[in-house]
C-alpha cells in the first residue's frame, strides 16, 4: 500500500562523539523494512519529473517500484542501465538539488529518498559479474580512471569495444579514491565497481601518466581510433597571502591524498602526515567539509571552517554542513585570511582574519564580500588548509596539440558530445568543467561514449 507519510524514512548514523575519531562509515543505511516503507511513498508519477534532474538519467519510479514489490535484484538492474556506479551515486550525489529536488512529494513534504534507496539497491542485491559482450573490433582509450574515465570506459565496453584506461595513479578511481574520505564513500564499494568494469572487459593500465609516460598522439599511432580525456581537476589554488609558505600550510588536495589514498589515518601505512593541534580550514565547500572533518579524526583538538560568505552561502551539501556541526567542527563565517603567521622555526602558529559583510551581487548572482575595515582579528592555530578550488593540470594542455582551451585552463568541449577541436579527442567531466560533481563527471562521461560509439562504428 502506498505511504503517504509527508517526512522521509531517517537513516541510521553512527553516534557524532564516537565517528568523529575514527573513519567508519558514517551513515549505516536502510534496513529492508526501512526500504520498503520509503520506497512506499514514491507516487510512481507517470511524467516522471524526478529523472529530469538526474544527469545519468536513472529510470527512478521504475526502480523504486521493484523495491516497493521487494525486487532489490531488479531495482540494481534498472539503475544498472544507465548508471555504471550506484553504490557510489547513492552516496555522494548532491541529490538534493537534483532528482529529489523534482519530486512530487516534496511540495507538501519531503521528497521521496531517492539517493538512500539507489544505495540500498546497490549494496543488498545479489553479486553477479556482468556479462562479458563479444568483442566488435574497435579499440579507445580513456585518460583518467576517474567518474567521468570510468563511466565512460563501461558504456563502450558494454558495447562491446575494447578499452583501455589510463591511470596516472597507483589506485584506480580518481577523486572517489583519493578525494572523498572513507567515513562517506568506504574504498571496498569503489573497489567493487571498478571490479565489475574489468569484469566487463575494461582494462586498467595504471601508473601512467599520459603527457608523460605517453602522449596522445602516441595512443592514436597505437591504433586507438579515439581518446577520451578525464583528467580531472586536480590542481590546487591558493589566496596568494602572506605565510602560505610556511610549514604546517596545506592544500586540501594534498591532505586528502595523503589521508584517502596513502592511509594515512591507520598506522600500519607509512605515509608521512603531522598529527596538528588545532586547524584552519579555508573554503565552504564539500571539500572543505572533507578536509575539516578528516582533520578531527586524524587527532585535532580544534578544528575551524573559515569562509567568507555567510551560512546560507556555504556551497556544501546541505547534509556534510549538518554533520561536520555534529562532529564539532567551528565555523567562522563572514571573515576571510589576509595573513599566516608563522614561529621562529618557519611553522604556522596563527592565522590573521577580516571580518566580512555581504554586499552587491557578484558575476555568479551572490552577494559579494567586503571587508570590513579594523575588523582583524587571530586563529592561533598550528595548521592551514587551503580549500578553495582548484583547476585541471596543464599537462595534457602542454603536450598535445589540435585542443582549444579555455582561459581557464579547461578543455574547450562541447556540452552534449564532449567532442573536442581535434578528432577522435573527447573530454569531459572537471577537466572541461573546473570541479564540480561526481554525478555530472560520469553524465559527462556517458555522453561522450554514445558520441565516441556513433564515430567509430559509422565505417562499419
Known sequence: MPNMQNEKTAMREL????????FEEVACGYTA?????EAARCLNCKNAPCMKGCPVGVRIPEFIAELAKGNVNAARDIIKTTNAL?????RVCPQESQCESRCVRGIKGQSVAIGRLERYAADNAEDIPPVKPEPNGHRVAV????????????ALAARGVSVTVFE?????GGVLV???PEFRLP???????????????????????VGRTKTVDELFEEGYEAVFIGTGAGLPSFMNIPGENLNGVYSANELLTRVNLMKAYLPEYDTPVKRFRNVAVVGGGNVAMDAARCSMRLGAEKVYIVYRRGESELPARAEEIHHAKEEGIDFKLLCSPVEILGDESGAVKAVRCIEMELGEPDASG?????EKKGSEFEIEVDAVVMSIGTSPNPLIRMTTGGIIFTPKGCISADEETGKTSRDGVYAGGDAVTGAATVILAMGAGKRAAEAIFDEITRKD
Open 15 to 22: 553516534d557524532p562523539q564516537y565517528r568523529a575519531r575514527c
Open 33 to 37: 523494512e526501512e526500504a520498503l516503507n
Open 86 to 90: 550506484p553504490a557510489v551515486c547513492g
Open 143 to 154: 585518460v583518467g580512471a576517474g567518474p567521468a574515465g570510468l563511466t565512460c570506459a563501461g
Open 168 to 172: 596516472a595513479f597507483h589506485t584506480a
Open 178 to 180: 583519493y578525494g572523498i
Open 187 to 209: 574504498k571496498a564499494i569503489v573497489k567493487k565497481e571498478i571490479d565489475n568494469l574489468e569484469a566487463l572487459g575494461v582494462e586498467i593500465r595504471l601508473d601512467c601518466v
Open 366 to 370: 551572490r552577494r559579494r564580500p567586503v
